[in-house]
């Protein structure tokens, strides 16, 4: 694996090996241009993603519905059903401070969009997503690659 290291700790311990100061310099011009030309490859813009909620629906029940939630984590020992409990206790926490008096939280999604994530935190429930997210239904089933015009060998085995 690869190490950074300073640019001046290299110029310097070519230096303290009597290289020529010409030569230690043209290697140090061209570590900085290797390195900017890394740097400019790095930044390139990253794509924007955004959180998606898949509800399996074996059933069919939800579909067609249109609806929203919020990707939420809590520890891996706790029960999942606990996070809308937790959620309403920090906004209970919330609503007596005084900003919470201004403007009390009346709903969960509005807690998920206002709270603070050390108040969240304080309760061991964490929302990854502020604004809330398309809830898409499968129904968990991934369909087999049907063959065109070709039979089955294994079909025609069981035959013989």
Request: hydrophobic letters at 35%; a negative charge; glycine letters at 2%.
């Amino acid at each position: 694996m690869a190490k950074k290291v300073d640019i001046d700790l290299v110029k310097m311990i070519l230096q303290r090996n009597n290289v020529d100061i010409k030569v230690v310099n043209d290697i140090v011009r061209e570590i900085n241009e290797q390195v900017d030309i890394q740097d400019s490859e790095e930044k390139l813009p990253q794509q924007k993603k955004q959180f998606v909620i898949l509800v399996s629906d074996p059933k069919g029940v939800l579909e067609n519905k249109d609806l929203v939630g919020w990707v939420c984590q809590v520890p891996e020992e706790d029960s999942p059903y606990v996070a809308p409990e937790r959620i309403c206790r920090a906004a209970y926490d919330f609503n007596i401070t005084p900003k919470g008096r201004r403007l009390p939280l009346e709903t969960i999604s509005e807690a998920c969009e206002v709270l603070p994530t050390r108040i969240l935190k304080e309760h061991n429930v964490w929302v990854k997503n502020k604004e809330p997210v398309l809830v898409v239904t499968t129904n968990n089933i991934i369909p087999k690659e049907k063959t065109l015009g070709k039979k089955d060998n294994r079909s025609n085995n069981d035959d013989e």
